[in-house]
Structure formats: C-alpha cells, structure tokens
C-alpha cells in the first residue's frame, strides 16, 4: 500500500498561545507542532516559559492559576484547550510532571493503578508494557515510591503516565538532576516509547541530549519562541552553539575538551 502523509491537523497543533499567571504573561503568541509519531524538543532557560506551555496543553494551567488568554492547543483535529486535566488524558495527552512526582506514601504497585484509566484489560496490557520497560518497578512494587532512588522514581513518573496507554506524551525535564547513567538510560526509555508508536514533546533544559533525541526543535526564550528547526540543524548551527551549548569562541578561555568543558556543553548556558 502507497504511504500517504498525515492530515494537516494530526498530532499535536499549538497556535498563538498566550498564557498569564494573573497580570503576569508567560506565553506570547507560542505556535508549535509535533507531527504524530515525532518527538519534539522544547528548550529553554529557567522562567522562558516551557512548563506554562505543558500545562496549557495538559489542561493543569488551573491549578496553577494560570490562564490561557489566546491560541489553541488542537490534537488529532480537536480542540484541547479549554478541557480540564482529566479530558485531556482521556483522549489519549498524558503529562509526566517536573519533578518526577510520585506518591510517595504510596506503593509502586498503587501508583501505577492510580495512573490507570478504568482498570480490567486495557490496564493489566498497559502494567504489563511499563514492566517490560521498567522491570526494576516490578521488582520493587511492593515498597513505597518514596524509598526509591530519584532515577526510579523518574521511572515510576513515566510508568504511571503510560497507564493511561497515551497516544502523546508531556515530559518535563525528565533528566534534571540525575546522573549521567540514568539520565541517559530514561533518554533511551524515552527513544523506545516512542519506537512504540506514542508521540512525545519534550521540555529540556540538557540541551544537546535532547537535540539527539528529538527531529525538530523549539527553543523558547521569555515566552516566545526565539528560534526552531530540524533538531540535527539546531545541534549543527552556530547559534544554538554558541548561545546554548556553551561552545563559544575557543580564544574564550573555555577548553571544550577538559571536564569543565565537558559539563558546559549541553547546559543550558543562557
Ligand atoms: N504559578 C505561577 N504563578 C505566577 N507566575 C508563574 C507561575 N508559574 C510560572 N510563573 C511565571 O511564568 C514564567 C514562565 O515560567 P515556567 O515555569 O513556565 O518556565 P520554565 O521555562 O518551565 O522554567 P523552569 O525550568 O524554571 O520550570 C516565569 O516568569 C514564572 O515566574
């Protein structure tokens, strides 16, 4: 059979979104796309506004007192702003919050069902598919998620997400602050769901880890988008170089090879 291309409004269509935090703008006029089947980087300093556009998508703007003042987030042909939290994830957008937010009182088991839609088949399929990509929850279900270490519990935050068997799925920051072991082994987990079939718009502040995962890219500066292209383009370019990655003029000072070097190429510099 001929392989025909995706209908213009598949996946996920952003479009001049603007979002306040009372009198406070966040998002100005944001346009964004994540093909289906793509995975989409979002890069951004501290405060550039990439978990605001998270939240406008997930539906969770309210509990932040934020809110959408203009644009519209539309997925698979419909219309997602404007639906609250649980909508959104019944029609297939799931977020993995900043944070890695587990229960922690609760078991890993418990909190795989609490991400669950309905329990019977289709949750004991979606168990069975989060414990063949995380078999260290399976080892652990039993404990409480709090005793387990930040990378596991990373795990459980994505685990309990694809309960929900997402057909697009949010992650914000899913490597900050672990080490560079984990961090890459969540980067490959991430690489396999996506293999699976489940589109992803990743939010990174690591970004040339995130530019080598993702095929096109966003980067979003006080609210705006400042600058997009194909991912390896970006990675490639001067200007993410120089601005991004901390790779500027070598006569700088800054040996590009040496440790130190090392640690400022792929964070964020801005
Ligand atoms: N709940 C809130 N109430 C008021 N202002 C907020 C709130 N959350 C975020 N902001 C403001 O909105 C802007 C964008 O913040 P946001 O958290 O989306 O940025 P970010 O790029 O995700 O940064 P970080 O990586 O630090 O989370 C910032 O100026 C921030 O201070």
Redesign the pocket.
């Known amino acids: 059979m001929a392989a025909t291309a995706p209908p213009a409004d598949a996946g996920l269509t952003v479009s001049g979104l603007a979002v306040s ?2 009198a ?1 703008p ?1 998002l100005r006029g944001v346009s964004l796309r994540v093909p289906p089947g793509a995975i989409v980087a979002v890069l ?1 300093a ?8 998270l939240r406008a998508i997930s539906g969770t703007l309210r509990f ?3 809110a959408i003042g203009g644009g519209t987030v539309r997925w698979a042909g419909t219309r997602l702003s404007g639906l609250a939290a649980p909508a959104v994830v019944a029609r297939g957008v799931t977020q993995v919050p ?1 944070g890695r937010r587990v229960f922690a009182r609760m078991t890993v088991e418990e909190n795989l069902r609490a991400g669950g839609l309905g329990g019977g088949r289709r949750s004991a399929a979606a168990r069975e598919e989060v414990l063949g990509l995380f078999p260290v929850l399976a080892e652990r279900a039993h404990q409480r998620a709090g005793l387990l270490s930040g990378g596991e519990q990373q795990m459980l935050a994505i685990g309990r997400a694809l309960m929900a068997r997402p057909s697009m799925l949010l992650l914000d ?1 899913p490597t900050l602050g672990l080490a560079p072991m984990m961090a890459a082994r969540i980067a490959e987990t991430v690489k396999e769901i996506n293999a699976r079939g489940t589109s992803v718009l990743l ?1 990174e ?1 690591n970004v040339a880890p995130a530019l080598s995962l993702a095929s096109y890219a966003y980067v ?1 500066e006080v ?1 705006e988008v400042a600058l997009e292209g194909p991912a390896a383009e970006l990675a490639a370019g001067d200007e993410v170089r120089r601005r991004y990655l901390g790779m500027g003029d070598p006569a700088d000072g800054r040996p590009l090879d040496g440790p130190a070097g090392r640690r400022a190429i792929g964070r964020w510099q801005g």
């Not at 405060?47 to 556009?53: E, H, P, Q, R, Y």
């Open positions: 935090y009372g406070v966040a951004g501290n405060g550039a506004g990439k978990s605001t556009l932040h007192r934020g900043e920051e939010i502040q979003l609210g």
